[in-house]
């Protein structure tokens, strides 16, 4: 497995701000994915994180609102903008270290109420 | 596209049972990932045990094993001599074959395991 942290672990923000949060891994790691979990929901992939490029987007999620970087192979950020209280979620990084076994492992997650 | 199917949003076991929780999915793929996870309180997300479609053995960790049965789409997971510190929400995941690209994860809607004594 992989050691990832997250920073913040919980916040509260008002509607119309902007929320940029971190995800750091203790090694390098292939990939890098960010997914919302909405209050009582599962888990709804974002993006794929991509090194030194822009970030590749799922249906229904647009790079205005959710920009990511990923300077390098350890570390990416997921930035919330422009915030409503429908972005209020538990926003989780996840990554695969290795391409054989391809699993994906998870941050502790931040927990964002927006009001 | 893929789905995945958790028809037991909860559950309830006693200590030291067993307990299984089912999971059916949907896929055209013949190769393909199947995981099991568990959220507690805490919310970190746990991998609790992975499956290769591949490989008929079921994947077993420990009091965790999967009954795997790739004709019915279905992969269940059961926990042998349930612990306290198992009550949690467990999703069931799948991800299709390696192509190169992003490993989409696609979750179930999950199963709330209560833990009695």
């Known amino acids: 497995s992989a050691v990832i942290s997250q920073k913040p672990s919980r916040d509260i923000c008002q509607r119309g701000t902007s929320l940029t949060i971190q995800c750091q891994v203790d090694?390098?790691?292939?990939?890098m994915f960010w997914y919302r979990q909405q209050p009582g929901q599962s888990l709804t992939l974002i993006a794929t994180a991509n090194q030194g490029s822009e970030a590749t987007y799922e249906s229904g999620f647009v790079i205005d609102k959710f920009p990511i970087s990923r300077p390098n192979l350890t570390f990416s950020t997921l930035t919330v903008s422009n915030m409503s209280p429908e972005d209020s979620s538990i926003y989780l990084c996840?990554?695969?270290?290795?391409?054989?076994?391809?699993?994906?492992?998870f941050g502790p997650g931040t927990r964002l109420t927006v009001l | 596209a893929q789905t995945v199917t958790q028809s037991q949003p909860e559950m309830s076991v006693q200590e030291a049972e067993t307990v299984t929780l089912s999971c059916t999915y949907d896929t055209s793929e013949s190769d393909y990932y199947l995981f099991w996870y568990k959220q507690p309180p805490s919310r970190q997300m746990i991998l609790v045990i992975r499956?290769?479609?591949?490989?008929?053995q079921n994947a077993t960790e420990n009091r965790f094993s999967v009954n795997f049965q790739k004709a019915a789409k279905s992969f269940s997971l059961k926990i042998s001599d349930s612990q306290l510190g198992d009550a949690a929400m467990y999703f069931c995941a799948y991800r299709g074959p390696n192509t190169g690209t992003a490993s989409k994860l696609t979750f179930g809607t999950g199963t709330r395991l209560q833990v009695t004594l």
């Open positions: 499956q290769e479609a591949y490989k008929q």
């Open positions: 090694s390098q790691v292939t990939m």
């Open positions: 996840s990554v695969v270290r290795d391409r054989i076994t391809d699993t994906q492992y």
